[in-house]
């Protein structure tokens, strides 16, 4: 498929005169790479002022390019404004503590004990603002034997249990190709900071919020725990297959494709068996119950995988679609591109940018979807340092910020 060909995207344009829910809530991220910023994005696409405190060589996702485009930068820091400080500088962090006078939420992702040292504890914080909120996102959590660790999403999918379940049982564990335990702590870090941010407003009493990336991991992967003490076995890799349900499993059409199927229900399994025209196994003492399908899923299997592989993969997901089974088209990024469902959602979206071939970079649209309060399209990811008169100035002063800058210490 032509990756130049032109999508079914809608394209959206943005305004800056947009609002949110969330308008009027300012947001000081200080935070690095995928946790903190996918925590402020859900923040800055429903409303919040969100200012991205970046040192001189900015965010690490600056560093993360594709044929020179900071793809993921734009991904998770659209709506988002820039300042350019060398945090390392006590006059900069001063510049900190001016701005949370203001803040309605800071986060941050220093090693347990870095925010201390830079003159910016909690207990410093609420001495300016007690009603902030304080976001702390750290691989293993700001206390215990582990806090001093440093933690990347990598780790705790290793350590949380989702890499060993991961992957087919004759190969070695499989961590996640995408930032899986970033994003879980992001998305639960938003929704974390808009319950202390209600009580905060309910009683003008901030708090502390321990994110790490471990805990989120951990919820997800339940109820494992559970089930290992019931059965004294832990789970093992079975590839795209269920132990709980069967028929469940990836399977490959007659022209290469390949499908996703699963009848978790008995009425499902039923009208599957029903549909492939072997309504005799409905019956038949191996397939009758789920537990009889889970026992013998390879013979299952077989027979399914057997009717798709003599068909091409438009002709099975129609034939399935007609019968109303729970089926579905493997995608890849080139066909989510191509997809009328993907387009007409609005799952995925294109917005104006410069930096791309034909003018537009696409990217998810809004997460979650609010009826009364749809997120809002704003404004780009911003360059390194492009708001520090905007939000510096009102701050400081005219004269302050003039003399920062010529020190170095305010960049961009």
Same mark, same amino acid.
């Given at each position: ?66 044929? &020179? ?19 390392? @500088? ?7 503590? !001016?701005?949370?006078?203001? !803040? ?139 132990? @709980? ?31 492939? &025209? ?11 119950? @789920? ?31 007609? !019968? ?89």
């Amino acid at each position: 498929m032509d990756r130049h060909a032109p999508s079914r995207l809608h394209r959206k344009a943005f305004d800056p005169a947009a609002r949110g829910p969330l308008h009027g809530v300012r947001v000081l991220d200080l935070s690095r790479l995928v946790a903190g910023n996918t925590l402020s994005m859900v923040l800055a696409d429903h409303g919040a002022e969100v200012v991205k405190v970046e040192p001189p060589e900015g965010d690490t996702l600056r560093a993360w390019k594709v044929q &020179g485009v900071e793809t993921s930068w734009k991904s998770w820091s659209r709506n988002k404004k820039s300042i350019c400080l060398d945090l390392r @500088n006590p006059e900069a962090q001063a510049v900190v503590r !001016a701005l949370a006078k203001d !803040a309605a939420i800071l986060l941050e992702s220093f090693r347990p004990g870095v925010l201390e040292l830079m003159g910016l504890a909690p207990e410093v914080l609420h001495a300016i603002n007690p009603a902030l909120v304080i976001v702390r996102i750290s691989g293993w959590g700001q206390d215990g034997p582990y806090r001093h660790k440093p933690g990347f999403g990598t780790l705790v999918e290793g350590y949380s249990g989702f890499a060993a379940v991961n992957g087919f049982a004759d190969r070695e564990p499989v961590l996640p190709p995408m930032f899986m335990g970033d994003c879980y702590a992001g998305i639960l870090g938003a929704a974390s900071a808009t319950i202390a941010l209600r009580h905060a407003e309910r009683t003008g009493q901030g708090q502390v919020i321990d994110l790490s990336l471990i805990d989120p991991m951990l919820a997800v992967m339940d109820p494992q725990a559970a089930n290992y003490r019931l059965t004294g076995r832990t789970k093992q890799r079975t590839g795209s297959r269920s132990t @709980n349900t069967a028929p469940r499993n990836a399977y490959r059409t007659r022209d290469g494709g390949w499908v996703c199927l699963s009848s978790s229900t008995q009425g499902m399994t039923e009208k599957l068996l029903r549909s492939i &025209g072997r309504p005799e196994l409905i019956e038949d003492p191996r397939f009758r119950t @789920n537990p009889d399908r889970l026992r013998n899923w390879q013979e299952l299997d077989g027979i399914i995988g057997s009717f798709i592989g003599e068909r091409n993969k438009a002709e099975v997901l129609e034939h399935f679609d007609k !019968a109303g089974v729970t089926i579905g088209p493997i995608m890849d990024a080139a066909d989510l591109l191509q997809d009328s469902f993907v387009a007409e959602r609005e799952a995925l979206i294109e917005v104006p940018d410069d930096d791309m071939p034909d003018g537009f970079v696409p990217m998810h649209g809004m997460v979650p979807r609010l009826s009364a309060t749809p997120g809002v399209l704003a404004r780009p990811a911003p360059k390194l340092g492009e708001h520090n008169d905007e939000i510096l100035r009102p701050a400081l002063g005219e004269a302050e910020l003039a003399r920062l800058r010529a020190a170095g210490i305010v960049r961009g």
